[in-house]
């Protein structure tokens, strides 16, 4: 599967922004889907996954409660909606995918091109 992330930008402190990644390939439900992050300096980290179905998922404690991953099969796309954003979540946003059940944050192997997300204090 391809993927192409979009919805990045430049937030304040406190506001949202959602993340859209677009994937081709008639096979997309039937990968697990995840999002991942790389601020400069530092490694790239998980951030959430989300089941085939939508029906299961899993958050980095760091974005629990205030970031929600969602997919539409219909439409082939995987979303991450960013609400209460703080300057730490500043980083390049990846989305990504693998042809395994768990929604764990290992063995992801199709990736997108990342969207720069910066959040002003």
């Known amino acids: 599967v391809q993927l192409q992330a979009s919805g990045g930008g430049l937030v304040q402190a406190g506001g949202s922004l959602r993340l859209s990644c677009a994937a081709s390939g008639r096979t997309f439900r039937s990968y697990t889907m995840g999002w991942f992050r790389q601020a400069p300096g530092k490694e790239r980290e998980f951030v959430a996954a989300?089941?085939?179905?939508?029906?299961?998922?899993n958050y980095a404690d760091s974005v629990k409660g205030r970031f929600t991953i969602s997919r539409d099969n219909a439409k082939n796309a995987v979303y991450l909606q960013m609400n209460s954003l703080k300057p730490e979540d500043t980083a390049v946003y990846y989305c990504a995918g693998k042809r395994r059940l768990e929604i764990g944050p290992q063995g992801f192997d199709s990736w997108g091109q990342g969207t720069l997300v910066t959040v002003s204090s």
């Open positions: 989300v089941s085939w179905s939508g029906s299961s998922t």
